[in-house]
């Protein structure tokens, strides 16, 4: 009988595995590019001097248009299930066993082969225990003067062993530090010890020509095709990448499945897995007088510190075409070794979305420790199930507003519906370097309302401050209208299945007539992408009458 590769039986276990998350391809190209055609490496690795997409026509003209991007249901899964018809909704749908894949189901990669007989065969063979738990073996140890006589050099580092055949450079000399400075960080963020016993390791192979590999026999022939990288236990491997940044993201990425598979137990569904292997993938290398640091779960704050990443673009691009995701349609992704750059960007939001947003963070970073597949999707829904309508809105808000720099922190929506208002009218006062707040006015579906605004505030800080009225300030514009224009909007006390206003703002500067189409609470803020609001400073007051 023809041995079964381990992680083919690590499915058995349940244990979740790297098998079918080999994707991890080649990020969009960093300007304009059709959506369905893949360019090559070596074309999208050229900088490109195209200019940025044209802006859509300011959003606040369109307060009712319908041919704004809009969240529509979530492209139909390989085989539909009513549980996925993708409506903006949340809790998650319920994963199909018939439609899930068996990797991550527990159930054998063949499907003709009977569970019985593979879970004998894998107790025969050493690498399930009593229990049915996998056995992971260590880290192979690589003779690395065999190594080298094929072409094949060996860094060492304390928690990964890095075999490539690239030409020698400082930046592949840095690699093993990289990735011993990012492993305390899985440790602490997964709550496991540092220590173990015998310690981790993993081995890493940058490989520039496969075949040199496998001839060498340290790229196994059972592995499954894959374009950029695999993690199967702790063994890495990584086709080289056309920018130093995305080698070392694959390195992370592809460490990150390795460490969740080793040191952690239970499985994990593909946004999850993906996701938090794309979140730690993202990051930042110092080095300074104290050594070098790598800031991983990091926001880029552009393109520049990231070449041929592209996560923010991808999602960018899906929302103005029309095709942006709602949280079921990225819980709905399938484990596949087709799975899109575009499944990586959305795996990639939502985890960074959870892990960073100040209302969800915490609760978001206790789901790892659940045991099984199931119960992760069911254990989210629980702990989120008080909130399931504000993450409609933020979610949403969030997507429409990715970019580089994104800063949650800031964008993070305090949700509170407000009071009617008297009948003399009200105020209320919002802060210039804040994304949407709550008036604590409410408002009535079809009548007029005057809205008066008033302040000057700073909206930036570069070289000079640059100060701003409601009316805005011509110095930069964002989505089509002047810095620091007053945006405003009013937020349904449930979005439902729907969409909210505040992805569709009126912009009435110092002042405008306001007619909402549907009860609710007035927001406001000021025009400017969420990555400038940082060294904003002051405030703006907003009145409100009813009334012509
Ligand atoms: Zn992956």
New binding site residues.
């Given amino acids: 009988m023809a041995r079964t590769p381990w992680y083919a039986t690590a499915a058995l276990a349940g244990i979740g595995v ?1 098998l079918l ?4 391809k080649e990020s969009a190209p960093p300007s304009p590019a059709p959506a369905a055609n893949h360019p090559s490496a070596a074309d999208t690795a050229k900088p490109r001097s195209a200019p940025a997409p044209a802006k859509a026509a300011p959003r606040s003209q369109q307060a009712t248009g319908d041919d704004l991007p809009d969240f529509p249901p979530p492209k139909a899964a390989q085989s539909s299930s009513a549980s996925m018809s993708g409506e903006p909704s949340f809790p998650p749908p319920k994963f199909d066993p018939e439609t899930t894949d068996p990797a991550l189901r527990g159930r054998p990669i063949d499907p003709g082969a009977p569970l019985a007989d593979l879970m004998q065969q894998a107790q025969r063979e050493g690498l399930v225990d009593s229990e049915g738990n996998l056995k992971i073996p260590p880290a192979r140890e690589i003779d690395a003067a065999k190594a080298a006589a094929a072409g094949i050099r060996e860094l060492r580092g304390t928690y990964v062993r890095i075999y490539t055949d690239l030409p020698a450079s400082d930046e592949l000399d840095r690699l093993p530090a990289v990735f011993d400075a990012v492993y305390p960080q899985w440790c602490d963020y997964f709550g496991v010890p540092r220590e173990s016993n015998p310690p981790w390791r993993a081995n890493a192979f940058i490989m520039q020509n496969k075949e040199r590999f496998k001839a060498a026999g340290l790229l196994p022939d059972y592995l499954p095709e894959f374009e950029n ?1 695999f ?1 199967e236990g702790h063994e890495l491997y990584i086709v080289e990448q056309p920018t130093e940044y995305y080698r070392r993201h694959l390195l992370l ?2 460490g990150t ?1 390795s460490f969740m598979l080793t040191r952690l137990s239970g499985s994990f569904p593909t946004w999850y ?2 996701g938090m ?2 979140l730690f993938g993202t990051h930042r290398v110092d080095e300074g007088p104290s050594g070098l640091t790598v800031q991983t779960r990091y926001m880029p704050r552009g393109r520049d510190e990231v070449p041929f990443w592209g996560r923010t673009k991808l999602v960018a691009d899906a929302y103005r075409e029309g095709r942006a995701r709602n949280l079921n349609g990225v819980f709905a992704i399938q484990p596949s070794r087709n799975m899109g750059n575009e499944e ?1 960007a959305w795996s990639w939001a939502a985890c960074y979305f959870f892990d960073t947003h100040p209302a969800y963070r915490d609760r978001f970073r206790t789901l790892f420790k659940l045991p099984a597949r199931g119960d992760f999707m069911e254990e989210l829904q629980k702990l989120y199930e008080a909130d399931s309508d504000p993450i409609i809105t933020q979610w949403q808000v969030f997507v429409a507003g990715l970019d580089y720099g994104y800063d949650l922190e800031r964008a993070a929506i305090r949700l509170e519906p407000g009071q009617p208002l008297p009948t003399g009218g009200a105020t209320a006062t919002v802060a210039a370097d804040r994304g949407w707040q709550s008036t604590g006015i409410r408002l009535q579906a079809g009548r007029s309302y005057q809205i008066a605004a008033t302040g000057r505030y700073r909206v930036a800080n570069e070289a000079k401050p640059w100060y701003s009225e409601p009316d805005g300030v011509t110095i930069r514009y964002h989505d089509g209208l002047p810095l620091g224009t007053l945006l405003v909007a009013v937020q349904p006390d449930h979005v439902g299945s729907g969409v909210t206003p505040l992805i569709k703002p009126l912009a009435v500067g110092s002042a405008g007539t306001l007619t909402p189409e549907q009860d609710g609470t007035l927001y406001v803020k000021i025009n400017e992408a969420t990555s400038g609001l940082a060294d904003n400073e002051g405030s703006v007051r907003v009145t409100v009458k009813e009334g012509k």
């Fill in positions: 790297a998350t080999v994707g991890c990288g993690a990425h592809e499945h897995f993906e292997a794309e990586y």
